[in-house]
T-cell receptor, first 116, second 111 residues
């Protein structure tokens, strides 16, 4: 099986711009989670989608949003970029079923976003 | 909210020395998972523990889940340079809909 694929791998944006990141989960996985990783804050949960529905959201401002498509692919969007949004954005898929997340997570290689 | 702390934050050892990282949750966990992230890489799932007091081994790595299911440890015997990376523990939140990751322990191994 192919692993979790994230595109693009690297991105440089200017403050005030918006960005869209993409994630293709492992085939058959319906749960996709997004994390922000920074040296100072570690792995911070952004949101989780299951069957096109956002089930849980972390403590991030409304500038961070996401969606999931019927094929389980997911995108996250950050609007009005700030310098502090520079981070590694990781997507993880999981063979979750029903209401509960089956917690083993398979991560993509991430998108390194730099805001200048 | 639920917090998962790990100690130490960083450890530098000589190759061949042992290493242990400890993970403590503010709430009882239904299970605990461990991940390894190599420098420049992404977290990779290592193992999941479910039962109170459970101990699992993977070659030189020994994982333990505490009796109260609020703490866990990862012990590496005779470290090698390939063990370099950051080790994260993680557990599901109360609603089982997200993983809460620990703060991580960064391991550096000198040859």
């Amino acid at each position: 099986k192919a692993g979790v694929t994230q595109t693009p791998r690297y991105l440089i944006k200017t403050r005030g711009q918006q960005v869209t990141l993409s994630c293709s989960p492992i085939s058959g996985h319906r749960s996709v989670s997004w994390y922000q990783q920074t040296p100072g804050q570690g792995l911070q949960f952004l949101f989780e989608y299951f069957s096109e529905t956002q089930r849980n959201k972390g403590n991030f401002p409304g500038r961070f949003s996401g969606r999931q498509f019927s094929n389980s692919r997911s995108e996250m969007n950050v609007s009005t970029l700030e310098l502090g949004d520079s981070a590694l954005y990781l997507c993880a898929s999981s063979p979750s079923t029903g209401l509960k997340l089956v917690t083993e997570a398979f991560f993509g290689q991430g998108t390194r976003l730099t805001v200048v | 909210g639920q917090q998962v702390m790990q100690i130490p934050q960083y450890q530098h050892v000589q190759e061949g020395e042992d290493f242990t990282t400890y993970c403590n949750s503010s709430t009882t966990l239904s299970n605990i998972q461990w991940y390894k992230q190599r420098p420049g890489g992404h977290p990779v799932f290592l193992i999941q523990l479910v039962k109170s007091g459970e101990v699992k081994k993977q070659k030189r790595l020994t994982f333990q889940f505490g009796e109260a299911k609020k703490n866990s440890s990862l012990h590496i015997t005779a470290t090698q340079t390939t063990d370099v990376g950051t080790y994260f523990c993680a557990g599901p939140n109360t609603g089982f809909q997200k993983l809460v990751f620990g703060t991580g322990t960064r391991l550096l191994v000198s040859p």
